[in-house]
């Protein structure tokens, strides 16, 4: 099974800041990676997928970069809604794995 | 608008079964891949199981694997997960959710529902 390991596991930053996590896969995955916020109580929300494509509806302040073992979410400009967990998850493969998650907190 | 809400949660005791349903609206439904996909309590989200459209592929996760078994009525738009011999640790918040299978996303999810195994 491909493990998705994503860093860091939570982080502090400020409105205004940009912010990258990285997840990072134990084999190529080639581009079929997607990540989602979520926020406390609610389902989550799909903001990139296939690696670098943008959801519709998505603020274009959240980007996603990466192929293969290697990928990112960055996010240009905080807002204060963006505080939230992320999480990545890959399609290369049964189980569609996903990363254990990043916290996003406010600093 | 595309709406799924899953029901058939509750508490049930380690060694019971339970069936949980997603109910489809919005769309085709008979067009898409669904999952299962569940979160325990303070933890991260973990990926269960997959049915495809017409039902002819079906996956599971290891840790579920010979106890829970997917499933779809796409006459009913309905989505199920029958869970038997449950044990604590499938205590959890189950999400059902829609799958794009040719752009690889998972597009749509529905509110969740809990399932708590405590004797």
Redesign the interface.
């Known amino acids: 099974?491909i493990q998705l390991t994503q860093s860091p596991s939570s982080l502090s930053a400020s409105v205004g800041d940009r912010v990258t996590i990285t997840c990072r896969a134990s084999q190529d995955i080639s581009s079929?990676l997607?990540w989602?916020q979520?926020k406390p109580g609610k389902?989550?929300?799909?903001l990139i997928?296939?690696a670098s494509s943008l959801?519709s509806g998505v603020p274009s302040r959240f980007s996603g970069s990466g192929s293969g073992t290697d990928f990112t979410l960055t996010i240009s400009s905080l807002q204060p809604e963006d505080f939230a967990t992320y999480?990545c998850?890959q399609?290369n493969s049964?189980?569609?794995?996903?990363?254990?998650?990043t916290k996003l907190e406010i600093k | 608008e595309v709406q799924l809400v899953e029901s058939g949660g509750g508490l049930v005791k380690p060694g019971g079964s339970l069936r949980l349903s997603c109910a489809a609206s919005g769309f085709t439904f008979s067009s898409y891949n669904m999952n299962w996909v569940r979160q325990a309590p303070g933890k991260g989200l973990e990926w269960v199981s997959s049915i495809s459209s017409s039902s002819s592929y079906i996956y599971y996760a290891d840790s579920v694997k010979g106890r829970f078994t997917i499933s779809r009525d796409n006459a009913k738009n309905s989505l199920y997960l029958q869970m038997n011999s449950l044990r604590a640790e499938d205590t959890a918040v189950y999400y059902c959710a829609r799958f794009r299978f040719g752009e690889k996303r998972v597009d749509y999810w529905g509110q969740g529902t809990l399932v708590t195994v405590s004797s």
């Not at chain 1, 049964?94 to 998650?101: E, M, R, T, V």
Request: net charge negative.
């Open positions: 099974a079929t997607a989602y979520q389902a989550p929300k799909l997928y296939d959801e999480y998850q399609f049964y189980p569609h794995s996903f990363g254990q998650g």
